[in-house]
């Protein structure tokens, strides 16, 4: 993978201003807890994507500071020269966990942990959740396109519309884990190993006197995938003639026609109808303009007789809903070692964090594999696999459910301890059959588009105690 600059700086100001806080109040040492999480699905879906592992360890690996970056702290000229001090000896030090890549997530889970001293738990906010909330959005955004084409497969076309350069790259890396078959972004095949895909653009056709000499043409230079667009002129009265005439004269191994706009339904069973009679039944249509789930999924109930989609702003921005919404919140203090549970408590419901050192269980059905709840637990605490573990809701505990023939999975695995890497990050593939793999492990309630049913994320009987007695002890005060 090709190295990035140095992004240590890529920080909110304030991350800075606490340091030297934390450093002039004699905090610096303290250790904390802190969680990343969500409060809620975008698009009102109901699961999302957990994405952006690998920069994330990568930015974690790297934390360092320049002499630039020193010399431009000490030119705010409101920062201790012992913080300067501080930041050119710096050494990342803490412990850190995190829900492997391509797992489906849900809200209130710490996604994300961070144990360490608080000078340096607090600072690395601002990157754990730029990398995790976009890639994760986008992961999320493209596993509920490619799940509307029913097993068609989509690419992702959206670099030019992208929010900059990074958000290109790694759009198309999300989109991947997501489900997508490749990109039409060249440097994150180069970079990441996506297929790079694509063929033409209206340009090309414009570019010669006919659309039949446009198709000729490229047929001729690539006869092994000729991929023709159909939609510069007429689509149905010159596009698709001009690509037949090309495909009988060339005799391209693999062939197929994109049209790019128009009535999609009405268009492609007219081209279909079109090639059949043509003798060219293994001729593929590819189908790209503005889509999302939505719409991918009305036009394949309209019939429209497509094998392929290209995806392009509405997956790359999520553009429905375009931001994921992770949060970063002190759960835990740590003194002589004894850990201090913390609590930041709301009006709003869903705004009232969980408290401590946790962990994060999946429970499946052991018949069908299927994930029935995820429990956050006090770290150390198991669950029993045996019959009669009771689950409930932590916001209506009048809401609970006998579980019985389960079994039980630790969802986080441990990034770094003491500073050091201790995870090496799969491949690209690895992940992306990983994601496949656990989708199959939702119920069919949970991945609907509209009202999908809530995945219930409990908390331990011990957990909810602890909550509670501070939600309790606060109100008193």
């Not at 879906?45 to 500071?65: C, P, R």
């Not at 959206?158 to 039409?184: E, K, L």
């Not at 946790?358 to 018949?367: A, N, V």
Request: glycine share 6%; charged share 25%.
């Amino acid at each position: 993978m090709v190295k990035e600059k140095n992004l240590t700086m890529l920080t909110d100001f304030y991350e800075i201003t606490m340091a030297n806080g934390y450093l002039k109040s004699g905090m610096m040492n303290d250790i904390a807890y802190f969680d990343m999480f969500f409060r809620r699905v975008p698009d009102e879906g109901g699961y999302a994507i957990m994405a952006g592992i690998e920069q994330l360890v990568e930015y974690l690996d790297n934390l360092k500071f320049t002499e630039e970056d020193i010399a431009y702290i000490r030119g705010k000229g409101i920062f201790c020269e012992e913080f300067l001090d501080y930041l050119k000896n710096f050494k990342f030090e803490c412990d850190v966990w995190a829900v492997p890549e391509g797992t489906p997530i849900f809200p209130h889970e710490p996604i994300v942990t961070v144990r360490g001293p608080v000078i340096q738990a607090q600072f690395v906010e601002t990157m754990i959740l730029l990398i995790i909330n976009h890639q994760s959005l986008i992961a999320t955004k493209a596993s509920r396109i490619v799940r509307a084409a029913q097993g068609r497969p989509v690419m992702e076309f959206g670099s030019r519309r992208a929010h900059g350069a990074t958000a290109a790259d790694m759009g198309a890396r999300a989109a991947y884990i997501g489900g997508c078959s490749g990109t039409a972004c060249t440097i994150s095949d180069r970079d990441h190993h996506i297929p790079a895909l694509g063929t033409m653009a209206h340009s090309w056709v414009q570019m010669f006197p006919t659309e039949y000499d446009a198709f000729i043409k490229y047929a001729e230079i690539y006869p092994d995938n000729c991929i023709l667009l159909v939609d510069t002129y007429n689509v149905l009265k010159s596009g698709v003639p001009a690509a037949i005439r090309a495909f009988h004269e060339m005799k391209p191994k693999k062939m197929g026609i994109r049209i790019d706009s128009g009535d999609i339904a009405y268009l492609t069973k007219r081209a279909r109808k079109m090639l059949d009679e043509a003798g060219l039944q293994d001729c593929t249509i590819t189908i790209s303009n503005s889509l999302d789930e939505y719409l991918i999924r009305d036009v394949i109930l309209e019939g429209a007789q497509i094998d392929s989609f290209g995806v392009g702003e509405r997956l790359i921005t999520a553009k429905s809903e375009p931001v994921f919404g992770g949060v970063y919140k002190l759960a835990a203090l740590e003194k002589d070692g004894k850990i201090i549970p913390k609590i930041k408590i709301s009006e709003n419901v869903e705004k009232i964090t969980n408290p401590g050192f946790k962990t994060l269980y999946r429970l499946y059905d052991r018949d069908s594999d299927k994930a029935l709840a995820d429990v956050l637990t006090v770290d150390g605490e198991t669950i029993p696999e045996q019959d009669g573990y009771v689950i409930f809701d932590p916001n209506a505990i009048w809401k609970k459910k006998t579980l019985n023939n389960f079994y039980v999975r630790n969802l986080r695995v441990q990034l770094f301890r003491h500073g050091e890497k201790v995870y090496d990050c799969p491949d690209i593939e690895t992940v992306r059959n990983y994601c496949a793999e656990q989708m199959e492990t939702l119920w069919e309630e949970t991945l609907r588009f509209e009202n999908p049913q809530t995945y219930y994320v409990d908390l331990s009987q011990k957990l909810w105690n602890i909550k509670n007695d501070l939600i309790e002890e606060h109100n008193i005060r």
